[in-house]
């Protein structure tokens, strides 16, 4: 399985980027997919997730709660960050993730839960 994430850039605070994340050698449907990001000198920290074994439910950190939207087509088997009303300190790598099975909901923003990691794409949001 392979994860190939896209779509960082630079923006301007205030503005949008869509992330994307083609998931390959397997179907798209078949994990629970997640979004983390790591800023510089900071640790890896949860985005949002969703998980296809509970049902399509979504969570989302506080941080981008309102502000940032997951999806998935399972046709094409990609998994979007729709990103707005971007901040400075949403600066960071973004990575993709894939969990074979997440065991409950309440574990979903745990990084060991996730089997597979796409590469990153950098998002930079300039005041």
């Known amino acids: 399985v392979q994860l190939q994430a896209s779509g960082g850039g630079l923006v301007q605070a205030g503005g949008s980027l869509r992330l994307s994340c083609v998931v390959s050698?397997?179907?798209?449907?078949?994990?629970?997919m997640g979004w983390f990001r790591q800023a510089p000198g900071k640790e890896r920290e949860f985005v949002a997730a969703?998980?296809?074994?509970?049902?399509?439910?979504?969570d989302y950190s506080d941080a981008v709660k309102g502000r940032f939207t997951i999806s998935g087509d399972n046709v094409k088997d990609t998994l979007y960050l729709q990103m707005s009303e971007l901040r400075p300190e949403d600066t960071a790598v973004y990575y993709c993730?894939?969990?074979?099975?997440?065991?409950?909901?309440?574990?979903?923003?745990?990084?060991?839960?996730?089997?597979?990691w796409g590469q990153g794409t950098l998002v930079t949001v300039s005041s």
């Open positions: 969703i998980m296809w074994s509970g049902g399509g439910n979504i």
């Open positions: 993730a894939a969990a074979v099975r997440i065991r409950s909901y309440s574990r979903v923003r745990e990084t060991d839960e996730y089997d597979y």
């Open positions: 050698g397997r179907r798209f449907s078949s994990y629970d």
